[in-house]
């Protein structure tokens, strides 16, 4: 097993285990952000404000369906966790068999609803009509990639669930370099515009998806012969009722974030581009906090296999100090610097770019003080799922939404542009809120 990377977390210090295997998600966040970034750098300058405001009118209708994909693969690792911590291997074989048979479907008909739906989504939203254009070519290209994404998703999914989460971090590693590469040959060699951008980040995600794919068929205890991809129906169930609420729960918080872009879409392109800047940097502000609520997912499903509820206790403690730590850290470096960050994503010819600059750093300033919600948000729900208690996950999503929800409208009809910065604050506060209380009462009734 240690040359296979994969790791047995139901033993050892909580501390040691958890830092070491968030290292690597920590690392892989920050790649994929990484590129992100390098997306909207490439296009904000190479290709013009215009474009860069183009993908962030995109950003929240294209993570519904990512974050959907995202949800499927950690919700059917949960199984995986379960059987991999009780040492039921057979059942564990089976179920990373169905996950992957799961995933090829679900992610075929994500991509073909996807490209059906691009043009129209954004209409609903009232896309500015300067950006219109490049938004639906960026998003459709995209949404017909979301196949490769699901793969992905699955492929790493189950290698963490098995305690491995250096194997995804070498895998973003080289998609990574492959992204900012090919956008550099296809944004500013080839002109290929922002279809470029979103070309090179699916032909870089196929490479990882292929990297991991290929280490899993090499996991001895993953072995399979023909009948072994025989449906099991019983397991086929266990995770479609693991997958479909994990899915749904993501996709609710995006459709928040959409009714987020509808109200800042009414405020005009200066607002959008300036949340577009903004947010490109919102996965490097959260990317320890899923590093430790990912570690604590699989901790968390790994000892509850194993039934052992004092391990997940300090485990808890453990996440919610280094979050604490980090959220503190992080937010003070974008505090100090965010305004010499920003200016990377803005193009300085552009006559608008004063005024785009203030509006992202405002958001920025905003978020960074705020962000041990965020932290302890993302811990608490990946404990909870971790638990199997993926409908109370769920509810927390609904909460985010009616919040974001209810602080759009207001902005749009009585608030003003000035509530735009708070949106996002309420919804991470009152889901925090709700996930925490919820922790403790499942804590207090667990049997195992």
């Known amino acids: 097993m240690k040359k296979e990377r994969i790791h047995d977390m139901t033993t050892g210090d909580p501390k040691k285990l958890i830092f070491k295997f968030m290292l690597p998600l920590m690392g892989g ?14 296009v904000g300058k190479g290709v013009g ?26 919700g059917f690792s949960v199984l995986i966790t379960f059987y991999f911590g009780a040492k039921e291997y057979d059942q564990l074989k089976k179920s990373v068999n169905m996950s992957i048979i799961l995933s090829i479907a679900t992610g075929a008909v994500l991509a073909l609803i996807g490209i059906c739906a691009a043009g129209p ?49 070498i895998a973003l590693l080289i998609s990574s370099l492959s992204n900012i590469g090919l956008d550099l040959l296809f944004i500013l060699a080839f002109k290929w515009g922002i279809g470029g951008a979103a070309v090179a980040t699916i032909v870089a995600q196929t490479v ?37 609420p994990s899915a749904f729960q993501y996709a609710i918080i995006a459709i928040g974030g959409i ?44 000892n509850y296999g194993a039934g052992s509820k004092e391990r997940i206790k300090k485990g808890t403690r453990v996440a919610l100090i280094l979050g604490a730590v980090a959220s503190v850290s992080i937010g003070v470096i974008m505090i100090l610097f965010g305004k010499n960050i920003l200016l990377l994503f803005i193009s300085a010819e552009a006559e608008v770019a004063g005024q785009v600059l203030d509006i992202a750093y405002k958001y920025l300033f905003i978020m960074s003080i ?50 735009i910065y708070f949106v996002e604050i309420a919804a991470w506060l009152g ?16 049997e195992i």
């Open 49 to 74: 404000v215009t474009a860069l405001a183009a993908i962030g009118a995109t950003d929240w209708i294209y993570w519904f369906m990512m974050w959907a994909a995202f949800g499927f693969g950690q």
């Open 208 to 244: 990882s998806c292929i990297y991991c794919f290929n280490k899993i068929r090499k996991i001895s205890i993953l072995k399979s012969e023909k009948e072994d991809w025989k449906l099991d129906k019983p397991i086929l169930r266990q995770l479609w009722r693991k997958g479909l």
């Open 121 to 169: 989504i954004l209409s609903l939203l009232n896309t500015p009509d300067n950006i219109f254009g490049y938004a639906k070519t960026y998003v459709t290209i995209m949404y017909a990639g979301i196949f490769v994404v699901m793969m992905y998703n699955i492929a790493a999914c189950i290698l963490r669930a098995l305690g491995d989460s250096s194997t995804p971090f």
């Open 29 to 42: 966040n920050f790649l994929q952000q990484l590129y992100t970034v390098a997306d909207a750098m490439i």
């Open 370 to 419: 705020m962000l041990f919600a965020l932290y302890a948000l993302n811990t608490y729900r990946n404990i909870l799922m971790g638990l199997g208690k993926v409908w109370i996950a769920v509810t927390a999503g609904v909460v985010e939404l009616i919040l974001r929800a209810v602080m759009a409208v207001l902005v749009v009809t009585i608030i003003g542009a000035a509530g």
């Open 259 to 302: 009714v987020v872009q509808y109200a800042l879409n009414t405020l005009g392109f200066i607002y959008v581009a300036g949340f577009t800047a903004t947010n490109k940097l919102y996965g490097v502000l959260e990317a320890i906090s899923l590093a430790v609520g990912n570690a604590m997912m699989v901790y968390t499903g790994q």
């Open 431 to 446: 889901a925090a809120v709700l996930l925490f209380a919820a922790y403790c009462v499942v804590m207090r009734k667990l």
